[in-house]
């Protein structure tokens, strides 16, 4: 995915204590960010951004709507999407992801969100998702 400024948070500038972001991530973004398993929907994400000590809290609220093939028919399907998640990240010499803490390299002093927030929101779609109609038929 070409880097867009608009998912870059800026750790080493921040000035207040708390900063929040807010974006409408549609068909663009998903097209954008190149990864198969979603390429369609339109969810807001808020990020709130609160400094604590040798540290910053990120914490993501992603809520709307996906559209994703029925696993069964193949047809385009609404999925609903509400999920609140924590990270931490800090300033270090390189950088690093060990899956709970980000290290963003002092020097750059920033940090782009789009994948974290489309990785977020790929592990809420369940391994099989089909329409209402489609899973009775299969109960059938």
Sequence with gaps: MEKSMQFVINLRDQKADVAEYGWTLDDAFFQAIEATEVQRGQVDAKLKVQRTSGAFELRF????????????????????????????????????????????????????????????????????????????????
Excluded: N
């Excluded at 390299?105 to 109609?133: C, K, N, Q």
């Design 61 to 140: 609220e992603l809520k709307g709507v996906l559209t994703l093939p029925c696993d069964h028919c193949a047809e385009d399907m609404q999925l609903p999407i509400d999920t609140e998640q924590t990270m931490k990240a800090k300033l270090g010499d390189e950088y690093d992801d060990d899956g709970e803490m980000v290290t963003v390299p002092i020097t750059e002093g920033t940090l782009d969100v789009s994948w974290l927030m489309y990785e977020f929101i790929a592990l809420e779609i369940p391994m099989r998702h089909v329409h209402a109609e489609c899973d009775e038929e299969e109960d059938i």
